[in-house]
Structure formats: structure tokens, C-alpha cells
């Protein structure tokens, strides 16, 4: 079983870059920045405690990712990180992956900058992991106001002229608390007329009337999902809206009590569209492999069911036609190879 999981092709759409950086990634860029001798901060609490394994609080979870950042503020370390992400998916064997970025001004870095070394970074993986098939969806960090949020869409408007291959659509993120999703709609709406999709982090905590605005404002997909339920469940399942479902981030985050307790059950059980994801691998100490074990040891997916769903998120990805082709064509050859029906 474990060969099937390592080798089943897989597509990953929630990936969050600075979640993704393995404790491996980690060092390597504190030494790039800081020297091998120092290899940069080591007493974030919160980076400690989530990888041994403990259970965080969403706040504490968002804490994290200041240390990722400090070491990915200049382009040659955020050039190694964006790198090193592609290629550690690539060795779990994602052959499509959707990865996902604020555009962050630092003391070395304009936005511009900062998301121009990321997409440049994207083709040139193409032509040297070309194995993996990656776009981008640039985020927008709620907590940081409308402000940053204009400036984001703007940017990534003017840099889809350049990237119409890599730029797919837009992500909005970041912690949630004081803010309301109706105050980006306008903002957001912007990115929609120059026909970018839309992955909104929704429901992650219980808010029915904002879940109920997103779905009306015609989200694309859906991430994490973990507290829809009712009128607005179904009115999800009717729109046939994915679910981006991320099983280990929402156990240590402490959204999902459980992995027994996890929604994915309900929402694979009742045929919604629903997809697996890592969204922050390096921080949860976890892989795509790992997230499809867990599925079938936990809620007793078959080796057909896993493909299935594989296959399925296929159709919720952000590639065009031909690419979808060749990733049904990957997913056949596949099923030929391991002589599945």
C-alpha cells in the first residue's frame, strides 16, 4: 500500500510557499542568510511546538510563518525556497501543483520584485523539473487591510500580461479575525473582469453570513471549508463548488477535532467535490502521500477510491484544456501500469 500512495500521481491546489519550506529548506536558507554558524532565529516558540507535534490554536498556526519569511526577504533565498518547494512536490510525485504567495515588500524587495522572482523561478522549474506542471495564485492577506489588498490585485493584473501562463487566479488568506470578507468583494471583483478564478479561504471559523457572502460572491473554490454546514453546505453542493480539504493542518490547528471528526467524511461520503491538499507541508511535517494514507486508513478509501479522487480534482484545477488532457493521459497510463479498471 505504501508504494501506492508514494507513486500515485498526485495534484496538489492549497500550497502555501512559506508553509511549504521543509525543515530541511529552513536551515539551508538560514545558513544562506545568516552564515553556518548562525543559522538564524531559533526561538520561535510557536515554530517549535507545531513540529513536535503539537496541537496550536489558528492564531498561534499564523505565527509560524514569521520565521519562514524573515529568511525568504531577499531574492536570492526566495529564489532557493520556491525552488525547493517545487522539488520536494515533485519527489512525492505531484504532477500538477497550484502554489500560492502574498507579494511582500521587504528591505531588499519591492512586491513587483518579489512576485516576479517567484513566477521567474516557476518557469524556469518548468523547463528543469518538468515532471510537475506549476501556477500561481497570488494571495491577498486579509489582516494586512484593503490597502495592501488593492495594491496585490493591481500587481497581479499588471504581471498577468507577462505570466498569462503561470498566473491562474487569486487566493484570499491570512488570519481572519477583525476583518470582514464583504470589504474586499469590490477589490476582488477586479481580479474576476480580467477573468482570474477565485480560491477563498472560507468557513474556517464560524461565520454563516460571511460563508453565505463568499458563495454568493461566486468563489471558485473553496478553502478548508471546516465550519460550512447547513443552508450554506448545500448551497455549496448545489453550485458544485470543490473543497479544498487540508485533514493534518486542520487536526493541529484544532478546526477539526479529529481526523476521525474531519468534514472531508461527510463531504466525500455525501458526493460533494471535494479534493486533498497539504496547504503547509513544511510547517504540519506532512506530504501528499501522507494526506492519502491517512484518508484511507482513516475513512477506509480504496486504492480506486484514492485514484478516483485524483482524478477527480483534475477538473477543479486552474489548467487549461491541453493540460488537463496530459494530466488524464498521466492518470491512464497509470492505471494501465498498476493494471487498475
Not at 516576479?116 to 528543469?128: G, K
Not at 463568499?214 to 453550485?239: P, W, Y
Not at 458544485?240 to 490547528?253: A, R
Not at 506530504?287 to 483534475?314: A, H, K, P, V, Y
Request: charged letters at 25%; one cysteine or more.
Amino acid at each position: 500500500m505504501m508504494d501506492f500512495f508514494q507513486n500515485v500521481p498526485k495534484i496538489e491546489l492549497h500550497a502555501h510557499l512559506n508553509g511549504s519550506l521543509s525543515n530541511r529548506t529552513l536551515l539551508e536558507l538560514g545558513a544562506m542568510k545568516y552564515g553556518k554558524d548562525n543559522p538564524g532565529p531559533s526561538n520561535d516558540e510557536c515554530f517549535y511546538r507545531i513540529t513536535n507535534g503539537q496541537n496550536l490554536t489558528l492564531k498561534e498556526c499564523f505565527q509560524k510563518f514569521k520565521y519562514a519569511h524573515d529568511l525568504t526577504d531577499q531574492p536570492e533565498t526566495l529564489r532557493y525556497a520556491t525552488r525547493a518547494v517545487i522539488q520536494d512536490f515533485a519527489a512525492d510525485n505531484v504532477v500538477y501543483l497550484e502554489l500560492r504567495t502574498t507579494p511582500k515588500k521587504t528591505v531588499h524587495m519591492s512586491k513587483k520584485q518579489y512576485l516576479t522572482t517567484v513566477l521567474e523561478t516557476i518557469r524556469t522549474a518548468q523547463n528543469e523539473i518538468p515532471s510537475i506542471t506549476v501556477k500561481l495564485l497570488p494571495s491577498i492577506d486579509r489582516s494586512k487591510g484593503l490597502q495592501e489588498a488593492e495594491e496585490n490585485v493591481s500587481l497581479v493584473i499588471e504581471l498577468c500580461q507577462e505570466y498569462p501562463d503561470i498566473i491562474k487566479g487569486m487566493d484570499l488568506s491570512g488570519a481572519p479575525f477583525g476583518t470582514r470578507f464583504s470589504d474586499f468583494g469590490n477589490i476582488l471583483k477586479k481580479a474576476q473582469a480580467h477573468r482570474l478564478k477565485m480560491a477563498l479561504h472560507c468557513g474556517e471559523f464560524e461565520d454563516d453570513d460571511e460563508i453565505q457572502a463568499m458563495l454568493e460572491f461566486g468563489t471558485d473554490r473553496i478553502g478548508h471549508g471546516t465550519f460550512i454546514k447547513g443552508v450554506n453546505l448545500q448551497n455549496a453542493k448545489k453550485r458544485g463548488i470543490p473543497f479544498e480539504c487540508c485533514l493534518t493542518s486542520n487536526v493541529k490547528c484544532s478546526t477539526a477535532s479529529s481526523y476521525e471528526e474531519h468534514h472531508f467524511k461527510k463531504l466525500w461520503e455525501e458526493g460533494f467535490a471535494v479534493c486533498i491538499c497539504t496547504d503547509d507541508f513544511g510547517v504540519f511535517d506532512t506530504s501528499l502521500t501522507q494526506e492519502l494514507r491517512t484518508c484511507s486508513e482513516i475513512f477506509g478509501l480504496t486504492t480506486q477510491d484514492i485514484l478516483r479522487l485524483q482524478e477527480n480534482t483534475i477538473r477543479y484545477t486552474y489548467a487549461n484544456d491541453e493540460e488537463k488532457h496530459k494530466l488524464t493521459e498521466i492518470f491512464n497510463n497509470f492505471r494501465k501500469t498498476m493494471k487498475i479498471d
